[in-house]
Nanobody, 122 residues
Framework: QVLLVESGGGLVQAGGSLRLSCAAS????????MYWYRQSPGKQRELVAG????????DYADSVKGRFTISRDNAKNTMYLQINSLKPEDTAVYYC???????????????WGQGIQVTVSP
């Protein structure tokens, strides 16, 4: 069984910073591309950032470019999202998503974390 657990969310004032973490645990053979998504009340879940397996390539939604930085530590099976210059419109539940191969014999599958709340006050 593979689990993704997010941490690091909370309440912060506009202009502040947070660092979200997403730790993968369980039966893990390989972790491929990883993503951060977010969902605000009444809105669809949107892709925020992605990072390849090696960490060499990243991509961001236009709305967060220059403020968000995605990274990963493969030795710890953990992905991060550094969020700077937070805005009230960044308020959302943030989810991590990863494509993971649990064993050498199994095919890759998509896994989701339970989500973590980020609230930005004006």
């Amino acid at each position: 069984q593979v689990l993704l657990v997010e941490s690091g969310g909370g309440l912060v004032q506009a202009g502040g910073s947070l660092r979200l973490s997403c730790a993968a645990s369980g039966s893990i053979f390989s972790i491929y591309t990883m993503y951060w998504y977010r969902q605000s009340p009444g809105k669809q879940r949107e892709l925020v950032a992605g990072i390849t397996s090696s960490g060499s390539t990243t991509d961001y939604a236009d709305s967060v470019k220059g403020r968000f930085t995605i990274s990963r530590d493969n030795a710890k099976n953990t992905m991060y999202l550094q969020i700077n210059s937070l805005k009230p419109e960044d308020t959302a539940v943030y989810y991590c998503n990863a494509r993971i191969r649990a064993t050498m014999a199994s095919g890759p599958a998509d896994y989701w974390g339970q989500g973590i709340q980020v609230t930005v006050s004006p």
